[in-house]
């Protein structure tokens, strides 16, 4: 008898359970042909005029695009990021990933015991920096001849919590950005030693419309923190939307990592790539 579960699901000991089975599943955009795409290293100047490494994407047609700002998440300037951009690349964007890494000693995560230096380096870093920082690759794309007047920041996990600080900070030139697409954003309401004020706090500057998109079985942000964060939008009247999608948990989108969820990665890259149309290709 078919089974009526998709094939995205593995079979153990002759039955199928709830664990997706990511090696069969395409990743959303990964299919594109490298001579659409022209991409390339740069560096941009960031917060008090410092250097910044950052990867560039765009399509290889001429003309001008809209532009993307991509904020990484704690595994940083990594090889997944680079390939987001070039997806977004694929479909007519020019992308840019700033390495947020860049004056810790180190740009990307490589071995799991990393992760606590980069845990080390996002909490010592002074909203100041970030902001700095973004606005290099900002005034990046602003600069470019292959970027028109539009541009989207785009930011994942603690990539999400900076771009929204970014986004609602009046020292980053925020009215300049014109959306917004926030996956899985953590530590909303976990101010830290040097960021005082907690991120969900800036949410009330938001400068411009924001898509949010969650994992239901997430647990930072958990379902109450976005709860939470909804409030604070409602009451500060932003345009918004947020959607949470069963069975995936934080960092459902990468398919570089065990969280990968394919049924919901696709649903949300779908809905990503139709606000970005929607504010930057009207």
Not at 121 to 126: D, E, G, K, Q, T
Not at 145 to 159: D, K, M, P, Q
Not at 162 to 175: I, N, Y
Not at 223 to 252: N, W
Request: glycine residues 10%; hydrophobic residues 40%; negative net charge.
């Amino acid at each position: 008898m078919p089974s009526s579960l998709p094939d995205c699901w593995a079979v153990r000991n002759g039955s199928r359970d709830a664990q997706p089975l990511v090696s069969r599943v395409m990743p959303p955009g990964l299919v594109y042909h490298p001579a659409d795409i022209t991409a390339y290293d740069v560096t941009v100047s960031g917060y008090n005029g410092d250097p910044v490494p950052a990867y560039v994407a765009r399509p290889a047609e001429g003309g001008t695009h809209p532009g993307l700002l991509l904020v990484h998440g704690i595994h940083g300037y990594e090889e997944h990021m680079k390939d987001m951009a070039r997806r977004y690349a694929a479909l007519g964007y020019a992308a840019i990933v700033p390495a947020l890494y860049s004056r810790d000693g180190f740009l990307t995560v490589v071995e799991h015991s990393d992760l606590d230096l980069a845990r080390d380096a996002l909490n010592s870093r002074p909203n100041a920096q970030t902001v700095g920082d973004l606005q290099g690759g900002l005034d990046f794309l602003r600069a470019s001849l292959h970027v028109n007047e539009r541009i989207g920041l785009v930011g994942f996990c603690s990539g999400g919590r900076l771009g929204l600080v970014f986004a609602s900070s009046r020292a980053s030139g925020a009215g300049q950005v014109d959306v917004f697409v926030n996956f899985y954003s953590n530590g909303l309401f976990q101010p830290t030693a040097v960021n005082t004020t907690s991120p969900s706090e800036f949410a009330a500057s938001l400068g411009c419309p924001m898509l949010a998109l969650f994992g239901d079985d997430d647990t930072n942000p958990s379902p109450d923190d976005v709860a939470r964060l909804r409030e604070v939008l409602e009451r500060s009247g932003k345009t918004f939307e947020f959607v949470s999608y069963p069975r995936a948990g934080h960092a459902f989108m990468s398919d570089t990592r065990e969280s990968y969820r394919p049924e919901a990665a696709q649903m949300a890259w779908g809905r990503c790539l139709e606000w970005l149309s929607r504010y930057l290709k009207p």
